[in-house]
């Protein structure tokens, strides 16, 4: 058998351990599933990323002027600032190099 093949199986055998525990959290669920079966480094890694994406992930509404917002707020400034930064270094070092 080979590795993809290995993984896919794997992940399978996971999906369906999950499934049976569908209140837990995936990540720990994975952990103690893969350390019961003695798979560890890339073997693990791999089997999480084809099994990470077997429950669809929550959709957070977050309402202005929350608490939640006004962090993300800040957080998405702050990378607006940088990209603005980023961008502005670019720009100048493109119109110094069209001068010469």
Aim: hydrophobic share 35%.
């Amino acid at each position: 058998m080979d590795k993809k093949s290995f993984y896919k199986e794997q992940a399978e055998k996971f999906r369906d351990f999950a499934d049976k525990n569908p209140e837990r959290d995936l990540v720990s669920l994975f952990e103690e599933w893969a350390e019961s079966k003695d798979i560890y480094g890339i073997d693990k890694h791999e089997i999480w990323r084809i099994a990470r994406n077997i429950r669809p992930r929550q959709t957070r509404i977050i309402q202005e002027g929350s608490e939640e917002y006004v962090r993300l707020s800040a957080v998405l400034d702050f990378l607006l600032e940088l990209d603005l930064a980023s961008f502005n270094k670019l720009a100048e070092k493109k119109k110094s190099l069209d001068k010469t």
